[in-house]
T-cell receptor, first 113, second 110 residues
Framework: DAGITQSPRHKVTETGTPVTLRCHQT?????MYWYRQDPGHGLRLIHY???????DKGEVSDGYSVSRSKTEDFLLTLESATSSQTSVYFC????????????FGPGTRLTVL | EDKVVQSPLSLVVHEGDTVTLNCSYE??????LLWYKQEKKAPTFLFML????IEKKSGRLSSILDKKELFSILNITATQTGDSAVYLC??????????FGKGTRLHILP
């Protein structure tokens, strides 16, 4: 399972509240990714990181911010949650420069009421 | 705009049948194509393809890439009920972004 954990695993919150999701890895990998998965849309990239303090936007980054102050943690923040951000969020790591293979965390189911 | 298109979106077959899943792409700065299997939880890795015409094989599953025509296929022979899942195709770009298709939902009837 590549030592990836996500927390919380489930969260219900209200519109307008801030939410932070955490992805933690134990294997010191450089690349980390945040995706959301919705019915009919597959996996869509929100943000990714290629090192400590190095991040870039994906295809659906509006309304989300990220931070990576340590190699092992990649945080995804919804500054003011909206109902359209109800989704399953997956974190993934990529094991190195020589491969594009990703390994996924167990996911966080977020419901915004 | 980059896109990865999978077909069919859904497929129902009987156990023992052979299935072919398709993935076409239009992606700038292509680096590799990946296949994943997703059951009720997180996607799990199946194949990574970077070169045209070289088949990758794992048991009853195989995949091949055509970089000239910009597509890949995933074949599953002698299907079993445990093959029921969503199969995801993704393309990695040179800037490390990875773009997924919407998936093919495969259901195997006993």
């Amino acid at each position: 399972d590549a030592g990836i954990t996500q927390s919380p695993r489930h969260k219900v919150t209200e519109t307008g509240t801030p939410v932070t999701l955490r992805c933690h890895q134990t294997e010191n990998h450089r690349y980390m990714y945040w995706y959301r998965q919705d019915p009919g849309h597959g996996l869509r990239l929100i943000h990714y990181s290629y090192g400590v303090k190095d991040t870039d936007k994906g295809e659906v980054s509006d309304g989300y911010s990220v931070s990576r102050s340590k190699t092992e943690d990649f945080l995804l923040t919804l500054e003011s949650a909206t109902s359209s951000q109800t989704s399953v969020y997956f974190c993934a790591i990529k094991r190195g420069l020589s491969t594009d293979t990703q390994y996924f965390g167990p996911g966080t189911r977020l419901t915004v009421l | 705009e980059d896109k990865v298109v999978q077909s069919p979106l859904s497929l129902v077959v009987h156990e023992g049948d052979t299935v072919t899943l398709n993935c076409s792409y239009e992606v700038t700065n292509f680096r590799s194509l990946l296949w994943y299997k997703q059951e009720k939880k997180a996607p799990t890795f199946l194949f990574m393809l970077t070169s045209s015409g070289i088949e990758k094989k794992s048991g009853r599953l195989s995949s091949i890439l055509d970089k000239k025509e910009l597509f890949s296929i995933l074949n599953i022979t002698a299907t079993q009920t445990g093959d029921s899942a969503v199969y995801l195709c993704a393309v990695a770009r040179g800037d490390d972004k990875i773009i997924f298709g919407k998936g093919t939902r495969l259901h195997i009837l006993p």
